[in-house]
């Protein structure tokens, strides 16, 4: 059950994104939500690096961050919004509540 929950919540997030992304630049409403938490690298639950955070902003009335995560094969990096209750801030790095693999199959889709 806690999965299915961890990949609605992705889902929905990546939606918010891709709204958030859409927007020209400068009508980003920008966020002072721990703005320390920018670049700080992203890693999964099981400790694998997937990216950085490049940006804080509100979509759908809430913080979120913006975090370009790096896709397989050299693609180049994806952007993904996270919202505040689906990482763990451990200080030097935030920790996503999903594995690397549960990300790269959302990624995929």
Do not use: C, N, Y
């Amino acid at each position: 059950m806690r999965a299915w929950i961890s990949v609605a919540l992705v889902a929905l997030s990546m939606s918010l994104a891709t709204e958030i992304i859409a927007q020209e630049p400068e009508s980003i409403p920008r966020s002072d939500v721990a703005p320390r938490l920018l670049h700080l690298p992203i890693h999964s639950i099981d400790g694998q690096h997937i990216g950085v955070v490049t940006q804080a902003a509100i979509g759908g009335g809430e913080a979120v961050f913006i975090g370009e995560v790096e896709r397989p094969l050299g693609l180049g990096p994806e952007r993904i919004a996270i919202s505040a209750d689906m990482f763990v801030d451990r200080g030097d790095h935030i920790q996503l509540t999903l594995t690397a693999d549960q990300i790269r199959e959302k990624l995929a889709k």
